[in-house]
């Protein structure tokens, strides 16, 4: 597969259980790299992945992972993809050296264990009961046994629940590192927006069964926050109360104990820092400096309020 080929394209895909509509018409093609889904509960997400990993058939519509239809060529993408689901079990009295060897012979395959172990960072406790790792381990020996009989695509439904920041830190860095010294893909469903703006290459946001936008991070970012701006100020409290009541400046966010976060109207004529210096100094507030501002959370509350 050539890297303008795509690994995940789905064409209206459509889901009910019951009465409702986990997928409306969904639509989605990416090319290689790391791709990040975002979307609130209850918007697809789970149910897209089942069917992408052939868990579950779709009403209509049609999905192909490498190039196979995930239904009709399910077993020649099983044996191309991995997968780490949220709430991974492992054999507590095992190994992790031992369970990824019982992995490798599901697979059919004689993969070195000692090289994933290493790969993921887990060669110092490849003896150690599974019951005895933490879990920042448990989520690397997660992904050591998604990257087992050599995938091409991994796909990882919020590989950092119950981590701390630190442990969310690690997991992050190690899928980055897998993909630039491996070449594997990851499809990653996170609500922890700011891991994905660290490792994606491009993100899909799904609400209520759909894809409402796609593109690389950086492409979002820019489209959605241009006009976006973090003041830092000696009084963020009253000055964002007087921006309340200037035209053209909207989506006031308080940013800590010294920050506010404004939306300016495309249309907002004249140098929008001059504007908000000169209301600052007429209210005897101080203003320190004023910076474009955006991010990936910035970019989801946008599409969700237009989506």
Request: proline share 4%; hydrophobic share 35%.
């Amino acid at each position: 597969m050539t890297a303008s080929e795509d690994i995940v394209s789905v064409s209206s895909l459509c889901k009910k259980f019951g009465k409702v509509e986990a997928l409306n018409g969904l639509t989605l093609h990416s090319g290689p790299g790391i791709i990040g889904l975002i979307g609130p509960n209850g918007a697809g997400k789970t149910t897209l992945l089942r069917i992408l990993l052939g868990l579950l058939r779709p009403d209509s519509g049609n999905a192909r992972i490498l190039g196979h239809d995930v239904i009709r060529k399910s077993l020649e993408v099983r044996k191309k993809v991995g997968a780490l689901h949220e709430k991974a079990f492992f054999p507590p009295s095992m190994t992790p050296s031992n369970y990824l060897k019982a992995v490798n012979r599901l697979y059919g395959t004689d993969d070195s264990v000692d090289e994933l172990l290493s790969l993921v960072g887990l060669s110092h406790a490849s003896d150690r009961k599974i019951k005895h790792l933490s879990a920042g381990m448990h989520q690397r020996l997660g992904l050591a046994q998604a990257l087992c009989g050599g995938p091409e695509l991994v796909f990882l439904d919020e590989p950092t629940s119950y981590l701390d920041v630190g442990g969310r830190d690690d997991v992050v860095s190690l899928i980055v590192r897998v993909h630039q010294e491996s070449g594997v893909s990851f499809f990653i469903s996170s609500h922890i927006l700011s891991e994905l703006e660290r490792a994606c290459h491009t993100v899909a946001f799904v609400k209520s069964g759909q894809v409402i936008d796609f593109g690389p991070v950086d492409e979002l970012v820019r489209k959605h926050t241009k006009n976006r701006f973090q003041v830092t100020t000696s009084d963020p409290k009253r000055l964002s109360k007087i921006l309340e009541q200037t035209s053209g400046i909207s989506d006031i966010l308080i940013m800590g104990s010294a920050s506010v976060i404004v939306e300016v109207s495309p249309n907002q004529e004249g140098d929008i820092e001059l504007l908000i210096n000169r209301i600052a100094e007429k209210n005897g507030i101080e203003v320190y400096r004023i910076d474009s501002t955006g991010t990936l959370e910035d970019v989801y509350r946008k599409v969700n309020r237009s989506g």
